[in-house]
């Protein structure tokens, strides 16, 4: 079946500018989390959805980064103001209930560069 | 607070012979262990996971791990390795006893097999 899927896979701004990422997750799955990636690190957590809630934010680094679930799909991750230091690829993965065993599923990311 | 260490930026190993790559950890209560492979421009794909019962692990891919409490251990095997095989492989770990349902991640290590 179809995995994870992310657009756009590469998005150039310039600083200050608004941007917008989309997570398609895996149908049927109701948790979803968004991470990411800096050169040389592995992943970041940002935050989780369990269905059309924010179940924990606690990763996003400030106000500038937002993250919507409306309809407990699809996911957009919005980041105001863009600074050069949110240059990196962004992760999203689903699972299927978000439970503590299951395993999280990865798109190919998003990679940001914000010039 | 927990932690996942990959002591080793960088492993080479010849075409065949076995490989491995290290992890160790630092949770409080017990862990739930996950090993990622990352290609390039691609995303993060699951190869295995330890939650509970053998400490013998076997993956995708032929891969394998063991868990090793009392060294706090969670080491990526093969017994012969394939030039495929060369990528950026992660560690990650969480404790369910925390709330948390994300994924916290080492730094990565490169692994590059040599024909």
């Known amino acids: 079946g179809a995995g994870v899927s992310q657009t756009p896979s590469n998005k150039v701004t310039e600083k200050g500018k608004y941007v917008e990422l989309r997570c398609d997750p895996i149908s049927g799955h109701t948790a979803l989390y968004w991470y990411r990636q800096s050169l040389g690190q592995g992943p970041e957590f940002l935050i989780y959805?369990?269905?059309?809630?924010?179940?924990?934010d606690s990763g996003l680094p400030n106000d500038r980064f937002f993250a919507v679930r409306p309809e407990g799909s699809v996911s957009t991750l919005k980041i105001q103001r863009t600074e050069r230091g949110d240059s990196a690829v962004y992760l999203c993965?689903?699972?299927?209930?978000?439970?503590?065993?299951?395993?999280?599923?990865f798109g190919p990311g998003t990679r940001l560069t914000v010039l | 607070a927990q932690s996942v260490a990959q002591p080793e930026d960088q492993v080479n190993v010849a075409e065949g012979n076995p490989l491995t790559v290290k992890c160790t950890y630092s949770v409080s209560g017990n862990p739930y262990l996950f090993w990622y492979v990352q290609y390039p421009n691609r995303g993060l794909q699951f190869l295995l996971k330890y939650i509970t019962g053998d400490n013998l692990v076997k993956g995708s891919y032929g891969f394998e791990a063991e868990f090793n409490k009392s060294q706090t251990s969670f080491h990526l095997k093969k017994p012969s390795a394939l030039v495929s095989d060369s990528a950026l492989y992660f560690c990650?770990?969480?404790?369910?006893?925390?709330?948390?349902?994300?994924?916290?991640f080492g730094t990565g290590t490169r692994l590059t097999v040599i024909p």
């Open positions: 993965a689903s699972s299927l209930t978000g439970g503590s065993t299951d395993t999280q599923y």
């Open positions: 959805f369990q269905g059309t809630g924010a179940a924990d």
């Open positions: 990650a770990v969480r404790t369910p006893q925390t709330g948390a349902n994300n994924l916290f």
